[in-house]
Each structure stands twice: as structure tokens, then as C-alpha cells.
């Protein structure tokens, strides 16, 4: 069956940078596109990054353009979020999503922006 595990999360201070990785399985995933969701306390959940499935293709949230990235290894099944010059505001679970006949996604992995 799908699986996304994500992994990287932590605390870190404002200013400061961490790399997320969401390990997939179960499907074909050089054939798919990925997505970075976040949802913080009291919110919705938000679309952050999503990658096409070749990774030539990438989008942004405003809120991050030109701080994270957003990348694909796909001989190892993994997607990646690079995240610099992290704020407060960017505290929040984020998640690794895809579409497959229905949206699947992982359990979550924590980021904690603060001094």
C-alpha cells in the first residue's frame, strides 16, 4: 500500500535552516507529482511546495518563494524540503502528499521556529 514517511522536523532557531525528507512506497513514484503541505495550530492545512514528477517543474507558496526548495531524488523514492532563513510564522506539521486515485498522506513531521 502508499506510504509516505516523513522525517527532519525539529526546532530550530529563527534565521536558522532544516532539511525534510518524506520516503515513499508502494507506488510508482517517478509517475507522480509531489506535494509539501503545513498546518499550524488553529489552521488550515496549506499547500507549500509541490515538484512535477520528472522534478523540472516546481511551485511555491508566497509566503516561502525564495526560502524553501523543493526537490526529488526519484531512485530513491524521496522528496525534499529545504528550508533557509526560517521564520516563527513557518512553526507548524508539515506533510508529504500525493495524488493517486485519492490523496494520501503522511503521518506529519514537526517544525518548531523559535529563540
Known amino acids: 500500500q502508499v506510504q509516505l514517511v516523513e522525517s527532519g522536523g525539529g526546532l530550530v532557531q529563527p534565521g536558522g535552516s532544516l532539511r525534510l525528507s518524506c520516503a515513499a512506497s508502494?507506488?510508482?513514484?517517478?509517475?507522480?507529482?509531489m506535494k509539501w503541505y503545513r498546518q499550524a495550530p488553529g489552521k488550515e492545512r496549506e499547500l507549500v511546495a509541490r515538484i512535477s514528477s520528472a522534478g523540472g517543474m516546481t511551485n511555491y507558496a508566497g509566503s516561502v518563494k525564495g526560502r524553501f526548495t523543493i526537490s526529488r531524488d526519484n531512485a530513491k523514492n524521496t522528496v525534499y524540503l529545504q528550508m533557509n532563513s526560517l521564520k516563527p510564522e513557518d512553526t507548524a506539521v508539515y506533510y508529504c502528499n500525493t495524488y493517486w486515485n485519492r490523496d494520501y498522506w503522511g503521518q506529519g513531521t514537526q517544525v518548531t521556529v523559535s529563540s
Open positions: 508502494g507506488f510508482s513514484f517517478s509517475y507522480y507529482a
